[in-house]
């Protein structure tokens, strides 16, 4: 089983600030990776797949990348809305695991 | 649009069964591009892949739940379940049930199952 470790397990930033997550696998996932976004009382919502793939309707604020064993997802401004936890999970081989999030809260 | 929508007991004994249904309306389940899958989220924690299946009825289970899962499909009702055997607190979670593509995009709410 692929080990996900996201850090930092929390980020305290303001509006309008950079956000970067990091998300490191224990063996490649090629660029099998995706990003999901859970805010409280939500399913998750696909934000970034294939590594650096936008899903439908997302903002372009949101950027991924990295291949192999070392990804980032970057949120260029934050959002009032984008307050939430981020969950990396790889779909390389069976079975898909998930990070352990990474909570951007408000400073 | 397609919608998932997880049902079943919200309070489980220790010791007995857990069963879950996802019925996903707005599309098939019989369609040849997806699988449907059945992923958990421990209260506070992150989340946890259970398995998956075809409308064909193939499956993939993850071993870390120690073969008590069994996830079935019916594709006449449009809807897909899942059991779990043997629960202890530990199985306390919210239950999602998802269309796995590519990629999982669609999500069902989601249910709290507790065990107790």
């Known amino acids: 089983e692929i080990l996900l470790t996201q850090s930092p397990a929390t980020l305290s930033l303001s509006p309008g600030e950079r956000a970067t997550l990091s998300c490191r696998a224990s063996q490649s996932v090629y660029n099998y990776l995706v990003w999901y976004q859970q805010r409280p009382g939500q399913a998750p919502r696909l934000l970034i797949y294939d590594a650096s793939n936008r899903a439908t309707g997302i903002p372009a604020r949101f950027s991924g990348s990295g291949s192999g064993t070392d990804f980032t997802l970057t949120i260029s401004s934050l959002e009032p809305e984008d307050f939430a936890v981020y969950y990396c999970?790889?779909?390389?081989?069976?079975?898909?695991?998930f990070g352990g999030g990474t909570k951007v809260e408000i400073k | 649009q397609l919608q998932l929508q997880e049902s079943g007991p919200g309070l489980v004994k220790p010791s007995e069964t857990l069963s879950l249904t996802c019925t996903v309306s707005g599309g098939s389940i019989s369609s040849s591009n997806y699988y449907w899958g059945w992923i958990r989220q421990p209260p506070g924690k992150g989340l946890e892949w259970i398995g998956s299946i075809y409308y064909s009825g193939s499956t993939y289970h993850n071993p870390s739940l120690e073969n008590r899962v069994t996830i079935s499909v019916d594709t006449s009702k449009n809807q897909f379940s899942l059991k779990l055997r043997s629960v202890t607190a530990a199985d306390t979670a919210v239950y999602y049930c998802g269309r796995v593509g590519t990629n999982l995009d669609f999500w069902g709410q989601g249910t709290l199952v507790t065990v107790s």
């Open positions: 999970h790889h779909r390389s081989n069976w079975p898909p695991t």
